[in-house]
């Protein structure tokens, strides 16, 4: 990553489109996971292939 700092504290990082697509989809797993975890919490739960079926769904459509 490139640094731009402004008033010597860096204010603006600059990524690759590589590393920007990576550091996303990271971000969105996580999102993920926490949600899932607040199912488990609330008792939301169901049949884990029904739920692995949903996960390779919205896996694949973001792909497109």
Same mark, same amino acid.
């Given at each position: 990553p490139v640094i731009i700092t402004k008033n010597g504290r860096g204010?603006?990082?600059i990524?690759?489109?590589q590393d920007y697509k990576q550091m996303t989809a990271? +971000? $969105?797993l996580l999102k993920m +996971?926490? $949600?899932s975890e607040e199912d488990i !919490? +609330?008792?939301r739960v169901g049949d884990i292939q029904d739920t692995?079926?949903?996960i390779r769904k919205n896996l694949l459509? !973001?792909?497109k």
């Open positions: 204010d603006t990082a990524i690759s489109l990271e +971000l $969105e +996971l926490a $949600e !919490r +609330l008792g692995f079926d949903n459509s !973001r792909d």
